[in-house]
């Protein structure tokens, strides 16, 4: 087990003690991921328009409240909020009381010989990075995510491998002198038309090993987060799980493999649409609360945050700002009643 001293320890509980009051939005698209939306939307992929969209959103009224942290991609570290302004994206969130949480992996690699199967990057410079979004942020980064992605039916070897992987770069999060809390992104993507039940499979067997390898890592795991899937069948399966369905079997996978030290859980949205990841969201909050799970349930979504917001600013950039912060008020407040198991599809402005 890492032996952190006082310091250590105190940062990573006010981390931990912070984003479990609230949802975090994930504002950490790659630049590759970033620029074929903007493409897509008819934007020209530059920096400065990869800037601009989550500029747009930081100047949302009451940001402050929408949101306990944000994951930001390092190109952001030590970008400014505005034009004409010195604060920087965490300088803004410090000063709000938000997180501010960097994606620390760098992208996936395919690994010859396994059909396609891919292993997260950025382990081997780990250490040196860490060193650099700290100093780039001004010390004001408190938390890290890395994702390893999966398929249905993923090879053992590839899951191990991607799960070790986040265990090694959960241990030297917390091993950094100023300990950063590390939200371990296994995700297991919705591609194809598998059910609900060949989900529930390969996420078993992720969260088993990802369990396994952090405690040959020697992780605290009561100072580390988890961000992954909700149980659901592929996007082009014939038949879709209703939201309680998800709730049930989501929450009973997460009791029976993820450690009973782990006080957070995270849900994310893995390319469902806005109205549907709120829906899920919810069901999984309410099994949670009905099953005494032990652990808290918050949710980090990217796309499902921000897909609308995006689109209409994009639509004209100069005339639809209010329109954008609006959408991204919105699917903020709907997902900020499903954190409290509060939502109500029929009073939802989105549909």
Not at 132 to 140: A, E, H, I, Q, V
């Amino acid at each position: 087990m890492l032996q952190l001293n006082e310091h250590q320890t105190e940062r990573l509980e006010q981390t931990l003690a912070n984003l479990k009051e609230g949802n975090v939005c994930a504002l950490d698209e790659s630049v590759g991921s970033a620029n074929k939306m903007l493409e897509r939307l008819g934007v020209p992929a530059t920096p400065e328009a990869r800037r601009e969209y989550r500029r747009i959103l930081f100047g949302t009224q009451n940001f402050e409240s929408l949101y306990k942290g944000v994951i930001l991609t390092t190109e952001l570290m030590d970008a400014t909020v505005a034009d004409g302004s010195d604060v920087t994206f965490p300088e803004f969130l410090e000063q709000n009381g938000q997180t501010t949480i960097v994606k620390i992996d760098q992208g996936m690699r395919e690994v010859p010989g396994f059909g396609g199967g891919k292993i997260m990057k950025g382990t081997e410079t780990m250490a040196k990075d860490l060193q650099t979004y700290f100093d780039r942020s001004g010390g004001r980064v408190r938390g890290a995510k890395a994702r390893q992605e999966l398929r249905v039916g993923e090879s053992a070897y590839i899951i191990d491998r991607g799960m070790d992987q986040l265990a090694q770069m959960a241990a030297e999060c917390q091993a950094f002198h100023d300990s950063i809390l590390l939200l371990l992104e296994p995700e297991v993507l919705r591609t194809g038309t598998h059910g609900i039940d060949d989900h529930a499979r390969t996420s078993a067997q992720a969260l088993r090993a990802l369990d396994k390898y952090l405690d040959e890592a020697g992780v605290r795991k009561d100072l580390v987060t988890i961000k992954t899937n909700a149980l659901s069948a592929g996007e082009k399966a014939p038949v879709q799980a209703t939201p309680e369905e998800v709730g049930e079997r989501t929450v009973q996978l997460w009791q029976e493999e993820i450690d009973k030290q782990v006080e957070l859980v995270l849900m994310l949205s893995g390319g469902l649409s806005d109205v549907v990841s709120t829906e899920y969201f919810n069901a999984i909050v309410q099994a949670a609360e009905h099953k005494k799970a032990g652990f808290k349930v918050t949710s980090s979504f990217g796309r499902a945050a921000h897909r609308k917001p995006v689109e209409l600013w994009s639509a004209d950039q100069a005339a639809n700002v209010g329109l954008a912060q609006e959408a991204f008020t919105i699917n903020a407040a709907q997902n900020e009643l499903a954190r409290k198991g509060q939502y109500v599809a029929e009073n939802d402005p989105r549909r």
